[in-house]
């Protein structure tokens, strides 16, 4: 029996045994023919991201194309770390942390982005971290773009993690650049500069 999980303005998640499966809405004020074609394409396009992202790290791997609208993958059972991650005691908050950078810094590595980098796309299992939902995510990610993955997971702490969130990002960033430091130097560098146009608009 189909359980619904999530609801969003883009899909609904439903959880069915131990499979999830993302339904892509239509849209009435699009035309049909259009709106299918929009469907399809996005719908094929984070399938891909999801294989080439599980093959590289702690990523459910979806189900070949069986649905122009439906992806199927594995269900996660553990922590969402938007609800769990308060909850730790300061050391397992930065041993946790320190992975979420690791896993991200992979996906960087590769091009990956995630495009909604909050720990509400998080999920902690038996001692792995596991980033889900890459529903805006996209390929070939430069600077720019990774600068703000890190930028919207660093207001992601602020918001659900604000007491400890200046630590939980410091051990983001030891495990982000564990992966490759030269490259983490110019992401960080990418980050402070669009933090710096933020403050200017403001």
């Known amino acids: 029996m189909k359980k619904i999980i999530s609801s969003g303005a883009e899909a609904v998640i439903y959880l069915e045994g131990d499979?999830?499966?993302?339904?892509?809405?239509s849209k009435g004020y699009r035309i049909k023919e259009?709106?299918?074609k929009i469907i399809k394409?996005?719908?094929k396009a984070e399938i891909k991201i999801l294989k080439k992202a599980s093959e590289l790290t702690n990523v459910p791997k979806p189900e070949e194309l069986k649905s122009e609208n439906e992806i199927f993958i594995p269900y996660i059972e553990g922590d969402k770390l938007s609800e769990k991650l308060n909850s730790y005691v300061e050391e397992r908050q930065k041993e946790v942390m320190e992975k979420v950078g690791k896993e991200i810094g992979k996906l960087h590595e590769a091009g990956i982005i995630h495009g909604d980098l909050t720990t509400s796309n998080m999920i902690l299992k038996e001692n792995e971290v596991y980033i889900i939902d890459f529903g805006l995510g996209s390929l070939n990610g430069k600077y720019e773009q990774k600068g703000v993955d890190v930028h919207l997971l660093k207001q992601a702490l602020e918001a659900k993690h604000f007491e400890s969130?200046?630590?939980?990002?410091s051990w983001f960033?030891?495990?982000?650049?564990?992966?490759?430091?030269s490259e983490a130097k110019k992401v960080f560098e990418r980050l402070?500069?669009?933090e710096r146009r933020g403050r200017y608009r403001h």
């Open 173 to 181: 960033k030891f495990g982000y650049g564990s992966i490759d430091k």
């Open 41 to 43: 394409r996005r719908t």
């Open 165 to 169: 969130c200046k630590k939980l990002f």
């Open 192 to 194: 402070e500069e669009i």
């Open 19 to 25: 499979q999830v499966i993302k339904t892509r809405l």
């Open 34 to 36: 259009i709106d299918s």
